[in-house]
């Protein structure tokens, strides 16, 4: 898990490179506003994948509506899919799975027999449970999948008539 100081979040931030930053203050007019820029489409697309579109309302100006659509590939829920939109949620998405994956595989080597008396086994494996979580939630899926049939043949039941038949006679047994 990554912790940070409060001095490095300001830092971070504040920082003229910081996407969300940018993006809300140079390319958009404000929620409500219909023309939102293509990063912060991407951006709110990529995180309703992770967190819902609902919360992603409460950190960027756009709807929850917006954001589950964005997320989608979809500008609006009448158009079809925007094919560049997609191709950046679901290269964003894909590096958020990819960041998940190193620290869920970190997460994992701390539940060993060396690092148990450091930190407890129910808090790691805790922590790879929600990190497994947002690696699927963020995992490309297959929207075509290969149907696949299963066909199981039922054996003919034998019948009487099948079996040769053999006639015992009893036999007094004299002793």
Do not use: C, W
């Amino acid at each position: 898990m990554l912790f940070f100081s409060d001095e490095e979040v300001k830092n971070r931030l504040e920082a003229p490179t910081n996407v969300i930053e940018k993006t809300i203050h140079d390319h958009s007019r404000g929620n409500g506003n219909k023309n939102k820029s293509p990063e912060l489409r991407a951006l709110a697309g990529s995180l309703a994948k992770v967190i819902g579109g609902k919360a992603v309302s409460e950190l960027l100006p756009v709807s929850g509506a917006s954001a589950n659509n964005y997320a989608k590939g979809k500008i609006a829920p009448v158009n079809g899919v925007d094919e560049e939109l997609k191709a950046k949620v679901d290269e964003r998405t894909s590096k958020i799975a990819n960041t998940a994956l190193n620290k869920l595989l970190s997460s994992l080597e701390a539940i060993n027999t060396l690092k148990l008396s450091e930190s407890s086994p129910k808090e790691a494996s805790s922590v790879a449970k929600d990190l497994a979580t947002v690696i699927e939630k963020t995992s490309a899926k297959n929207d075509n999948p290969t149907n696949v049939n299963v066909i199981i043949y039922a054996p003919k039941r034998s019948q009487l008539d099948d079996y040769d038949t053999i006639e015992i006679t009893a036999v007094n047994d004299r002793r």
